[in-house]
């Protein structure tokens, strides 16, 4: 049987503020077990919490990016359940009032654009870790009360393709907002896959929950593991199991943990030493007002400002860091296009004075315009190409804006080729060099002198009489074997532009 597959998201996104949701402590990464940890998040007897209003900021930044109601009045809950890394044996989150509901978030998978339900967003505290060794197990309390929104989608999803683009899409929303550094590998993002298979358009089967999923890459593996699992118990007339699991991404398996509980068996209450939060319309509107641009916000106005591909954008604003990058180059590039329009128009001395000037600032004008593609072109080619290579994250980039700067001038102004250029931008990205001493240094400057032009290629014609006789005979294609020997005689900087029109002359008896 053919089996039609559900599937709900859970994820949590720890929040990237200083302190804790209810203490001081600091929520920084790392540290010794156990030295991040106060009486408040150690869930010791006769303190009191004090809400962090950075987090309910958080919270409302991201449910207004992802068209959510904002609930004017909402309050915490405790849910209690005994777990070694839950200190108070009880979490203290919001089942009742949560502080976001009833939003959307639209993903598109291969060019089909689908609307993903946001049910809820609720702000609650993370618990702590466990360390297990041969010798046992070590409670480390440093991840207790470091400040979490989970956002719980309707079981809108069908695929793994469709979870991914929401789960990316998701994680730059978190990142443009500023609110969550999404390092799946520290745990500040994960997942929890609920699913289950039903008779197309029948009634929703049992679910299993698979906690955890901190990769996208494992989520994908582990949605369609689960999906095959489920349909072979199903199809031997066996029934689905309502549990939580483990995924083990070295077996490529997952297995049972423990029955999964319903809210009830979690005994919610509401939380007493917490009042309600009570949010008026100009605190959601101040925050309104200050929403950063977002990804796909970006995209649409690289496309339309800059004329480049959806591909391109969607490289560039692949993450804030690399969309920063970009903006800055753009805007150094055509500012120093512009300064050199100015020099050229003032330096336009002739009995045209005026015109010669409108022709600088013209074509200088163009040059600006494709300064700002030109980085476009750099970042979502060779950058990223470089950082596969060094298994270098977006978020880590690290490279000289004003050096790449000087790079982009270099060739859109002729004074380097497009193999000097690239060469240069990886001595840039791999030891940091300085462009201007490298390309001199390396000899990569282009030759746009007409005589050694000409003089390169009377040597390749020379010695290659047989393969002129066949060009002027009219077999054309030979002509790039004579370009390429040109190049290769003048070096790194010839200029691929001056050699064809000298070399076509030459060739054509015009020269």
């Given at each position: 049987?053919?089996?039609?597959?559900?599937?709900?998201?859970?994820?949590?996104?720890?929040?990237?503020?200083k302190s804790?949701?209810?203490?001081?402590?600091?929520?920084?990464?790392?540290g010794?077990?156990?030295?991040?940890?106060?009486?408040?998040?150690?869930?010791?007897?006769?303190?009191?919490?004090?809400?962090?209003?950075?987090?309910?900021?958080?919270?409302?930044?991201?449910?207004?990016?992802?068209n959510?109601?904002?609930?004017?009045?909402?309050?915490?809950?405790?849910?209690?359940?005994?777990?070694?890394?839950?200190?108070?044996?009880?979490?203290?989150?919001?089942?009742?009032?949560?502080?976001?509901?009833?939003?959307?978030?639209?993903?598109?998978?291969?060019?089909?654009?689908?609307?993903?339900?946001?049910?809820?967003?609720?702000?609650?505290?993370?618990?702590?870790?466990?360390?297990?060794?041969?010798?046992?197990?070590?409670?480390?309390?440093?991840?207790?009360?470091?400040?979490l929104?989970?956002?719980v989608?309707?079981?809108?999803?069908?695929?793994?393709?469709?979870?991914?683009?929401?789960?990316?899409?998701?994680?730059?929303?978190?990142?443009?907002?500023?609110?969550?550094?999404?390092?799946?590998?520290?745990?500040?993002?994960?997942?929890?896959?609920?699913?289950?298979?039903?008779?197309?358009?029948?009634?929703?089967?049992?679910?299993?929950?698979?906690?955890?999923?901190?990769?996208?890459?494992?989520?994908?593996?582990?949605?369609?593991?689960?999906?095959?699992?489920?349909?072979?118990?199903?199809?031997?007339?066996?029934?689905?199991?309502?549990?939580?699991?483990?995924?083990?991404?070295?077996?490529?398996?997952?297995?049972?943990?423990?029955?999964?509980?319903?809210?009830?068996?979690?005994?919610?209450?509401?939380e007493?030493?917490?009042?309600p939060i009570?949010i008026?319309?100009?605190?959601?509107?101040?925050?309104?007002?200050?929403?950063?641009?977002?990804?796909?916000?970006?995209r649409?106005?690289?496309?339309?400002?800059?004329?480049?591909?959806?591909?391109?954008?969607?490289?560039?604003?692949?993450?804030?860091?690399?969309?920063?990058?970009?903006?800055?180059?753009?805007?150094?590039?055509?500012?120093?296009?512009?300064?050199?329009?100015?020099?050229?128009?003032n330096?336009?001395?002739?009995?045209?004075?005026?015109?010669?000037?409108?022709?600088?600032?013209?074509?200088?004008?163009?040059?600006?315009?494709?300064?700002?593609?030109?980085?476009?072109?750099?970042?979502?080619?060779?950058?990223?190409?470089?950082?596969?290579?060094?298994?270098?994250?977006?978020?880590?980039?690290?490279?000289?804006?004003?050096?790449?700067?000087?790079l982009?001038?270099?060739?859109?102004?002729?004074?380097?080729?497009?193999?000097?250029?690239?060469?240069?931008?990886?001595?840039?990205?791999?030891?940091?060099?300085?462009p201007?001493?490298?390309?001199?240094?390396?000899?990569?400057?282009?030759?746009?002198?007409?005589?050694?032009?000409?003089?390169?290629a009377e040597?390749?014609?020379?010695?290659?009489?047989?393969?002129v006789?066949?060009?002027?005979?009219?077999?054309?294609?030979?002509?790039?074997?004579?370009?390429?020997?040109?190049?290769?005689?003048?070096?790194?900087?010839?200029?691929?532009?001056?050699?064809?029109?000298?070399?076509?002359?030459?060739?054509?008896?015009?020269?």
């Amino acid at each position: 049987m053919k089996w039609e597959t559900v599937i709900g998201l859970e994820v949590h996104a720890e929040l990237s503020t200083k302190s804790k949701i209810f203490c001081g402590c600091t929520t920084s990464y790392g540290g010794d077990p156990n030295t991040h940890v106060c009486p408040v998040c150690a869930g010791m007897p006769g303190v009191l919490p004090v809400l962090n209003r950075e987090v309910v900021e958080y919270a409302i930044r991201l449910g207004l990016a992802l068209n959510c109601e904002i609930t004017r009045r909402c309050k915490f809950d405790r849910k209690n359940y005994f777990y070694p890394d839950l200190p108070k044996a009880y979490q203290v989150s919001q089942l009742y009032s949560p502080i976001c509901c009833d939003g959307y978030l639209e993903i598109d998978v291969s060019g089909n654009k689908k609307k993903i339900r946001i049910r809820e967003i609720h702000m609650e505290e993370d618990a702590g870790k466990l360390n297990h060794s041969s010798q046992g197990s070590l409670m480390d309390f440093n991840r207790c009360g470091v400040p979490l929104l989970e956002i719980v989608t309707q079981p809108d999803f069908a695929s793994a393709a469709e979870v991914n683009a929401y789960l990316e899409k998701l994680r730059e929303t978190l990142l443009y907002l500023d609110i969550c550094d999404c390092k799946m590998q520290e745990g500040s993002m994960r997942a929890d896959i609920n699913l289950s298979l039903r008779i197309p358009g029948g009634e929703y089967g049992v679910r299993t929950e698979t906690k955890n999923m901190n990769s996208f890459k494992a989520i994908g593996r582990a949605i369609e593991y689960e999906i095959d699992r489920q349909a072979d118990i199903l199809d031997d007339g066996g029934k689905i199991v309502q549990e939580t699991r483990r995924w083990d991404d070295e077996k490529g398996t997952s297995s049972g943990m423990r029955s999964k509980e319903n809210a009830q068996d979690y005994r919610y209450f509401p939380e007493p030493d917490l009042l309600p939060i009570n949010i008026d319309d100009e605190w959601i509107a101040r925050i309104k007002e200050n929403l950063p641009e977002l990804a796909s916000q970006k995209r649409e106005r690289y496309m339309r400002d800059y004329n480049i591909s959806a591909d391109e954008a969607g490289v560039l604003t692949c993450h804030k860091n690399i969309s920063g990058l970009f903006e800055t180059l753009a805007r150094k590039s055509e500012a120093a296009s512009s300064a050199n329009a100015a020099v050229s128009a003032n330096a336009a001395s002739s009995a045209n004075a005026a015109l010669s000037a409108n022709a600088a600032v013209s074509a200088n004008a163009t040059v600006s315009a494709n300064a700002a593609v030109e980085a476009a072109h750099l970042i979502s080619g060779e950058i990223m190409r470089l950082m596969n290579n060094a298994n270098i994250l977006p978020e880590d980039l690290n490279i000289d804006a004003d050096k790449l700067v000087t790079l982009i001038g270099f060739v859109i102004s002729g004074k380097i080729n497009r193999a000097s250029f690239k060469e240069t931008v990886e001595a840039v990205f791999t030891n940091n060099v300085d462009p201007k001493s490298y390309i001199v240094e390396k000899g990569l400057m282009m030759v746009s002198d007409d005589k050694a032009v000409t003089q390169a290629a009377e040597k390749v014609m020379a010695a290659n009489q047989s393969t002129v006789a066949e060009y002027r005979a009219g077999k054309k294609k030979v002509f790039g074997f004579l370009m390429g020997m040109v190049m290769k005689e003048l070096g790194k900087g010839g200029n691929p532009e001056l050699v064809k029109k000298v070399l076509q002359d030459m060739l054509n008896g015009e020269k």
